[in-house]
């Protein structure tokens, strides 16, 4: 049960260290984050809250004759060569130096916790292929694979491709800030950043650490990539211009817009961020998930494992549905996902839903896929410290189906004790998270 | 573990492999006379594989439509996780797969190898302008790949149809990185169950060995075996290397508490599970040696270890260093390395291994050797403890502890 705080600064003074299931609260001491918009929390803050767009016409590669030309890419990581690991570990090693300096906990080459990671999708990519199918040493080439594998068994491409493993990523991390245990890789697609922030919730409430890396990371927007999406109809195809292109919420939504980003987070259990006197962010309260066993890709048509997820956040914070005051929603901008989201918060929230703000950060900032769970976790910590909601752009034809107050084009101020922060993905996946300011 | 904590319970197995698909199966083809391997040595020469027996797809997979929209590598997985929920009595009991925590370790599903082998050639054969390339290779991908087969190449759609196919509808997490998936996906049901966080998981994975542009990967960092067969004992003399091998291994974990109030009886328990990331690595600690030395010093009494090595170099060296390291500490051990018989299955193999081990107990014997290196030495007497291994080709290493339950 609780423990009396026993605080150094009197601050934190009177707070419980467990919560009321008994188990030990986890509190954020650090996080950064990377966008489109640009590096670090108090540039994106800025942008973000000023209604800015970080959307563009893509300029990576080529786009003649895709239905789709705008993306959220992040082009200022100073990469010799473009490939999804690569920029992917690029931007996570940047999101984590900033939670790691703000946290002040270890040192930089040694972080005293696991690492769980949200990576993308990771294998060979056209200008790799390409190469190894070309490889001069052959007289003869032949058929597709058989020449790619003859190429790979010469040995002379090792060094270039170690990094198209799956755990490349997590583990040139893994060495780069030295943290403990096997690192993790994982994936719930447009889920993962909620979820690499739950397991790191988890293992702390569980008592296998005082302390977790959590972190997602997506760099993968890549011809491929967006053609594969662009196949599944879920883009948006509204190019010009490129800011009004992602439009949640908005009669004439249609679809989501690709793109990049990372977020990481230094999450601790309160009592060892207060023995250290470490500043506390924010409190991870709550954390749901659901699997849907509907549809590949469509969700169940009442929204059962959406309102399941949010819900089962709910009651793992031990927070009734009248004390959310604020929603950062997933609203990605496609006609489905926005409409059931706003079915299963009424739900959940009753006919409460229509006065309780909620914006989409992918109205500027696009759809970061894997990270955009762990991103928008960290605006909505922004939102409560700066006591500002950043808006949805682009909302001018608000849907009569989906009456919301979504912050409609302009930040706004307000106070917030507790956030609802929802991803849902492919596959089924579902989860949401409730963020507060302080431990109660 | 903490003896007040749960028990971790095995009560469902799910195999498919080169040998067969079920438990009963997988006794026969590796405890009774001396065990053979099946392999194809011609279909992807150099490289052998240990192709998939011949499986009913439609037996667990009920509507044509699924079958479709799957890739192979997940056909298997959802055979096999099919086969776990009915050994478990799970299959069609709505009520309890809606509570049921689903957890699978993939890697890159499966691509379209005749629309790749197109592409690559117009890219070769054609202009050299970058601008007008990406023109060429933005209108071939655009007509040469059916929208649905994006989703098979998901690593998390493999949870997706099991979900879809069975009911399952807890929760859903997919653990990726080559072989130390599948033990963070063991891992992850087990530290739950254990912590008090669940009660019913479904755990494991698939791979197709059947399939070049998966072995592209591996081949890449010169992982695979390019010869005709040896067993995995047996390949460090050539360099070392893995063969592939098609298989699916899922099980159902679940507490104590929750099978007995089921009337459910385990194969066996999990006590004990750890994971790191390899010899090689800088950082402290740096795997799952001190974890496992500190175990073997408190067992007694025979030892069965299944080990997970693949036959890659130097991991399977380093494998050997924790099987001496066993034997100095005085444990009767005897090892079997099961990729000799079933083939490497990367994220899928610790699962298998897990599953092959909560057999041996609950048959209380050992495999036969699956080799006659004479590492692998013939089974004496009574077991009721099987250490399985987990060891990437190229990072990870881990290990988890399968014994006789107590309520057994």
Same mark, same amino acid.
């Given at each position: 049960?609780?423990?009396?705080?026993?605080?150094?600064?009197?601050?934190?003074?009177?707070?419980?260290?467990?919560?009321?299931?008994?188990?030990?609260?986890?509190?954020?001491?650090?996080?950064?984050?990377?966008?489109?918009?640009?590096?670090?929390?108090?540039?994106?803050?800025?942008?973000?809250?000023?209604?800015?767009?970080?959307?563009?016409?893509?300029?990576?590669?080529?786009?003649?004759?895709?239905?789709?030309?705008?993306?959220?890419?992040?082009?200022?990581?100073?990469?010799?060569?473009?490939?999804?690991?690569?920029?992917?570990?690029?931007?996570?090693?940047?999101?984590?130096?900033?939670?790691?300096?703000?946290?002040?906990?270890?040192?930089?080459?040694?972080?005293?916790?696991?690492?769980?990671?949200?990576?993308?999708?990771?294998?060979?990519?056209?200008?790799?292929?390409?190469?190894?199918?070309?490889?001069?040493?052959?007289?003869?080439?032949?058929?597709?694979?058989?020449?790619?594998?003859?190429?790979?068994?010469?040995?002379?491409?090792?060094?270039?491709?170690?990094?198209?493993?799956? *755990?490349?990523?997590?583990?040139?991390? +893994? !060495?780069?800030?030295?943290?403990?245990? %096997?690192?993790?890789? &994982? #994936? @719930?697609?447009?889920?993962?950043?909620?979820?690499?922030?739950?397991?790191?919730?988890?293992?702390?409430?569980?008592?296998?650490?005082?302390?977790?890396?959590?972190? *997602?990371?997506?760099?993968?927007?890549? +011809? !491929?990539?967006?053609?594969?999406?662009? %196949?599944?109809?879920? &883009? #948006? @195809?509204?190019?010009?211009?490129?800011?009004?292109?992602?439009?949640?919420?908005?009669?004439?939504?249609?679809?989501?817009?690709?793109?990049?980003?990372?977020?990481?987070?230094?999450?601790?259990?309160?009592? +060892?961020?207060?023995?250290?006197?470490?500043?506390?962010?924010?409190?991870?309260?709550?954390?749901?998930?659901?699997?849907?066993?509907?549809?590949?890709?469509?969700?169940?048509?009442?929204?059962?494992?959406?309102?399941?997820?949010?819900?089962?956040?709910?009651?793992?914070?031990?927070?009734?549905?009248?004390?959310?005051?604020?929603?950062?929603?997933?609203?990605?901008?496609?006609?489905?996902?926005?409409?059931?989201?706003?079915?299963?918060?009424?739900?959940?929230?009753?006919?409460?839903?229509?006065?309780?703000?909620?914006?989409?950060?992918?109205?500027?900032?696009?759809?970061?896929?894997?990270?955009?769970?762990?991103?928008?976790?960290?605006?909505?910590?922004?939102?409560?410290?700066?006591?500002?909601?950043?808006?949805?752009?682009?909302?001018?034809?608000?849907?009569?189906?989906?009456?919301?107050?979504?912050?409609?084009?302009?930040?706004?101020?307000?106070?917030?004790?507790?956030?609802?922060?929802?991803?849902?993905?492919?596959?089924?996946?579902?989860?949401?998270?409730?963020?507060?300011?302080?431990?109660? | 573990?903490?003896?007040?904590?749960?028990?971790?319970?095995?009560?469902?197995?799910?195999?498919?492999?080169?040998?067969?698909?079920?438990?009963?199966?997988?006794?026969?083809?590796?405890?009774?006379?001396?065990?053979?391997?099946?392999?194809?040595?011609?279909?992807?020469?150099?490289?052998?594989?240990?192709?998939?027996?011949?499986?009913?797809?439609?037996?667990?997979?009920?509507?044509?439509?699924?079958?479709?929209?799957?890739?192979?590598?997940?056909?298997?997985?959802?055979?096999?996780?099919?086969?776990?929920?009915?050994?478990?009595?799970?299959?069609?009991?709505?009520?309890?797969?809606?509570?049921?925590?689903?957890?699978?370790?993939?890697?890159?599903?499966?691509?379209?190898?005749?629309?790749?082998?197109?592409?690559?050639?117009?890219?070769?054969?054609?202009?050299?302008?970058?601008?007008?390339?990406?023109?060429?290779?933005?209108?071939?991908?655009?007509?040469?790949?059916?929208?649905?087969?994006?989703?098979?190449?998901?690593?998390?759609?493999?949870?997706?149809?099991?979900?879809?196919?069975?009911?399952?509808?807890?929760?859903?997490?997919?653990?990726?990185?080559?072989?130390?998936?599948?033990?963070?996906?063991?891992?992850?049901?087990?530290?739950?169950?254990?912590?008090?966080?669940?009660?019913?998981?479904?755990?494991?994975?698939?791979?197709?060995?059947?399939?070049?542009?998966?072995?592209?990967?591996?081949?890449?960092?010169?992982?695979?075996?390019?010869?005709?067969?040896?067993?995995?004992?047996?390949?460090?003399?050539?360099?070392?290397?893995?063969?592939?091998?098609?298989?699916?291994?899922?099980?159902?974990?679940?507490?104590?508490?929750?099978?007995?109030?089921?009337?459910?009886?385990?194969?066996?328990?999990?006590?004990?599970?750890?994971?790191?990331?390899?010899?090689?690595?800088?950082?402290?600690?740096?795997?799952?040696?001190?974890?496992?030395?500190?175990?073997?010093?408190?067992?007694?009494?025979?030892?069965?270890?299944?080990?997970?090595?693949?036959?890659?170099?130097?991991?399977?060296?380093?494998?050997?260093?924790?099987?001496?390291?066993?034997?100095?500490?005085?444990?009767?051990?005897?090892?079997?390395?099961?990729?000799?018989?079933?083939?490497?299955?990367?994220?899928?193999?610790?699962?298998?291994?897990?599953?092959?081990?909560?057999?041996?107990?609950?048959?209380?014997?050992?495999?036969?050797?699956?080799?006659?290196?004479?590492?692998?030495?013939?089974?004496?007497?009574?077991?009721?403890?099987?250490?399985?291994?987990?060891?990437?080709?190229?990072?990870?290493?881990?290990?988890?502890?399968?014994?006789?339950?107590?309520?057994?």
């Amino acid at each position: 049960m609780s423990k009396p705080q026993q605080s150094n600064d009197g601050e934190q003074m009177g707070k419980s260290l467990t919560d009321d299931k008994g188990r030990p609260v986890v509190v954020v001491t650090g996080f950064g984050v990377i966008t489109s918009l640009g590096r670090g929390k108090n540039e994106n803050w800025k942008a973000l809250t000023s209604g800015q767009s970080g959307l563009h016409h893509i300029t990576r590669f080529p786009t003649d004759g895709l239905r789709t030309t705008v993306a959220g890419t992040v082009d200022f990581m100073g990469l010799e060569t473009y490939s999804a690991p690569a920029l992917s570990t690029a931007m996570a090693s940047d999101a984590i130096v900033e939670a790691l300096c703000q946290s002040r906990i270890g040192d930089r080459a040694s972080f005293p916790g696991p690492l769980y990671l949200a990576t993308p999708p990771t294998e060979l990519e056209w200008p790799q292929r390409k190469a190894l199918f070309a490889s001069p040493d052959e007289e003869s080439r032949e058929d597709g694979y058989k020449q790619l594998l003859k190429a790979a068994r010469s040995g002379r491409f090792k060094d270039v491709f170690d990094k198209f493993q799956f *755990a490349s990523v997590a583990e040139t991390l +893994a !060495e780069e800030f030295g943290t403990q245990g %096997l690192p993790i890789s &994982l #994936s @719930t697609a447009c889920a993962s950043g909620a979820t690499a922030i739950m397991l790191g919730v988890e293992a702390i409430r569980r008592g296998d650490t005082d302390a977790a890396l959590c972190v *997602a990371t997506d760099g993968s927007v890549h +011809a !491929e990539a967006l053609i594969r999406f662009s %196949l599944l109809s879920a &883009l #948006s @195809t509204q190019n010009d211009p490129p800011h009004k292109a992602s439009r949640p919420f908005a009669k004439d939504r249609g679809g989501f817009v690709m793109a990049e980003g990372a977020g990481a987070f230094v999450l601790e259990s309160y009592e +060892a961020a207060t023995a250290r006197g470490a500043q506390i962010l924010g409190v991870v309260r709550g954390c749901g998930e659901r699997a849907d066993e509907f549809h590949r890709t469509r969700t169940h048509p009442e929204g059962k494992p959406i309102i399941g997820a949010i819900q089962a956040a709910l009651d793992d914070a031990g927070v009734a549905p009248g004390e959310i005051d604020y929603v950062n929603a997933h609203g990605t901008g496609t006609q489905e996902n926005d409409k059931m989201e706003y079915l299963s918060l009424k739900a959940v929230l009753g006919d409460r839903i229509e006065r309780v703000p909620i914006s989409s950060n992918k109205s500027m900032i696009g759809h970061t896929l894997t990270a955009a769970g762990a991103i928008e976790a960290a605006f909505s910590l922004m939102s409560i410290h700066d006591e500002t909601l950043p808006p949805t752009i682009n909302y001018d034809l608000p849907d009569p189906d989906i009456p919301l107050d979504v912050v409609p084009n302009r930040s706004r101020r307000a106070r917030v004790t507790n956030v609802l922060s929802n991803s849902f993905g492919f596959g089924g996946q579902n989860a949401s998270l409730v963020l507060s300011g302080e431990p109660a | 573990m903490d003896p007040h904590r749960p028990e971790v319970w095995i009560t469902g197995l799910g195999l498919v492999s080169s040998l067969g698909e079920g438990p009963d199966a997988h006794w026969a083809a590796l405890s009774v006379g001396k065990p053979g391997a099946t392999v194809d040595e011609t279909r992807f020469e150099p490289y052998p594989v240990h192709p998939l027996a011949a499986i009913d797809f439609s037996k667990q997979i009920e509507r044509k439509g699924d079958i479709r929209q799957m890739g192979q590598w997940q056909r298997i997985g959802v055979h096999a996780a099919g086969l776990a929920l009915e050994d478990a009595g799970l299959a069609g009991d709505e009520e309890l797969l809606g509570k049921t925590d689903l957890v699978v370790a993939a890697g890159n599903g499966e691509r379209d190898e005749a629309a790749d082998a197109n592409i690559l050639e117009a890219l070769t054969n054609g202009t050299e302008n970058t601008q007008a390339r990406g023109s060429v290779l933005n209108r071939l991908l655009q007509t040469s790949f059916r929208p649905t087969l994006y989703l098979a190449e998901l690593s998390n759609l493999l949870a997706g149809n099991i979900q879809i196919v069975h009911g399952v509808a807890g929760s859903s997490r997919t653990y990726k990185g080559e072989e130390m998936a599948g033990v963070s996906a063991v891992e992850d049901a087990v530290r739950r169950i254990a912590g008090g966080q669940g009660q019913l998981f479904l755990v494991g994975g698939a791979f197709n060995a059947e399939r070049a542009d998966l072995g592209l990967v591996f081949e890449l960092c010169g992982a695979l075996w390019p010869h005709s067969f040896k067993p995995v004992w047996r390949r460090a003399e050539d360099g070392g290397g893995f063969i592939m091998g098609s298989l699916g291994a899922f099980l159902v974990l679940e507490s104590e508490t929750h099978a007995m109030a089921r009337g459910n009886q385990p194969y066996a328990r999990i006590s004990c599970i750890h994971s790191g990331r390899g010899a090689g690595t800088s950082g402290s600690p740096r795997g799952a040696t001190e974890a496992l030395e500190a175990l073997a010093r408190e067992l007694h009494g025979p030892l069965g270890i299944l080990s997970g090595v693949s036959g890659a170099e130097p991991a399977t060296s380093h494998e050997l260093e924790w099987i001496t390291m066993l034997d100095e500490l005085g444990l009767q051990s005897q090892v079997r390395a099961y990729g000799t018989m079933l083939g490497h299955s990367v994220e899928a193999h610790f699962p298998a291994g897990v599953a092959l081990a909560g057999l041996a107990v609950s048959k209380q014997a050992l495999y036969e050797p699956f080799d006659d290196t004479g590492r692998e030495e013939v089974r004496e007497g009574h077991l009721d403890r099987v250490l399985v291994t987990g060891r990437g080709h190229w990072r990870g290493e881990g290990f988890a502890l399968v014994e006789a339950a107590a309520k057994q």
